[in-house]
């Protein structure tokens, strides 16, 4: 297993430069992510291999070289080739990510679209990530019942191809947690969000940073209920995973410090005013 220090294209040679280092696989803090990441990136597929690397990007936060290359794959390849809405659903993925919404809808529309043609079928797991994401967007759009829309139409393919537990049926029910706390009905946000939390740790590897990001989530909708210790806590523990799983760099990680500076903040001004006389209040 590497650690990816940077990735560059050297328009000279015209070829990707990537600075890799090597981990100890020995390593506690990395034994079990490594475990994980030999099984599910680029495992021998080819569309994975072909997209791996954007993925890699893609989850570390770099958006831009991520798009760069899936802008790249797809000017290679030939129409009929599936991988074209591939692409064009990682790029929908990147778009939406940098607040490019209009965009990503395009290309993630435009990736259902191919699929349907290439699988001739309506309720591909595929597709079902395509729904993910367009649903994602117009949460994004503040187009709640669209949002749930899409997302029910997500899990119920999910729900009905992929094991009980499953980390992408762990993604859905936590972004429809998402939709729910936007809407400010945090007891359902609250609801959802725990049972991504419970499938997410039987699935995945403890330092895996889909957790972490679930915990700030869990955080958030404990915020928002002015619950503001227990928010602390799942921001801290957040954190804590985030320092095994991303780059020091990682827009999550200022997030969460951000995160946990508020809820700090208004922890000690509560305490402050409890501790004043009663005239002074």
Not at 185 to 207: C, E, G, N, W
Request: glycine share 4%.
């Amino acid at each position: 297993m590497f650690r990816l220090e940077n990735v560059m294209f050297d328009e000279r040679e015209v070829l990707w430069c990537v600075k890799l280092t090597l981990c100890n696989e020995d390593d506690q803090d990395i034994k079990e992510m490594y475990a994980y990441q030999k099984k599910s990136v680029g495992g021998g597929d080819e569309q994975a291999s072909l997209v791996s690397l954007g993925l890699i990007l893609f989850e570390m936060g770099e958006y831009e070289k991520a798009k760069q290359y899936y802008t790249r794959v797809l000017d290679e390849l030939s129409d009929d080739d599936i991988n074209v809405a591939l692409c064009h659903q990682r790029l929908g993925e990147v778009s939406a990510s940098q607040g490019e919404y209009d965009v990503a809808l395009d290309h993630l529309n435009e990736a259902v679209k191919l699929y349907k043609k290439f699988q001739h079928a309506h309720d591909t797991l595929d597709i079902a990530y395509c729904y993910f994401w367009i649903g994602a967007v117009h949460e994004y759009k503040e187009e709640y019942e669209t949002a749930l829309s899409y997302l029910n139409k997500d899990f119920a393919i999910k729900q009905a191809k992929l094991p009980a537990d499953h980390v992408q049926t762990a993604m859905t029910l936590r972004q429809i947690g998402a939709v729910h706390y936007r809407q400010r009905d945090y007891d359902s946000a609250l609801s959802y969000h725990q049972r991504a939390l419970v499938m997410y740790q039987k699935v995945l590897p403890p330092t895996h940073f889909y957790i972490s990001g679930s915990l700030t989530e869990t955080g958030h909708v404990y915020f928002g209920k002015k619950e503001y210790d227990r928010a602390l806590v799942y921001y801290n523990q957040s954190l804590q995973v985030e320092r095994k799983s991303l780059p020091p760099d990682h827009p999550n990680v200022a997030t969460t410090y951000h995160s946990i500076g508020s809820s700090q903040e208004i922890c000690i001004e509560a305490a402050a005013s409890q501790s004043q006389p009663e005239g002074f209040r």
